[in-house]
């Protein structure tokens, strides 16, 4: 609901920048994460199958 100006278009410009961005962070955060979480479960054992 911006006005038809060159202020308006500046700013959404600015903010589908922004979402993009912050888009592609979330990408390479999620793609860290999916691989150190997934290492740690491969090493899960259920406590009551354990001997010791």
Do not use: D
């Amino acid at each position: 609901m911006l006005p038809r100006n060159n202020a308006g278009k500046y700013v959404g410009v600015l903010v589908m920048v922004l979402l993009i961005l912050s888009g592609i962070l979330a990408f390479f955060i999620g793609i860290s994460a999916t691989f150190e979480h997934t290492l740690i479960w491969s090493k899960w054992a259920p406590w009551y199958g354990m001997s010791g």
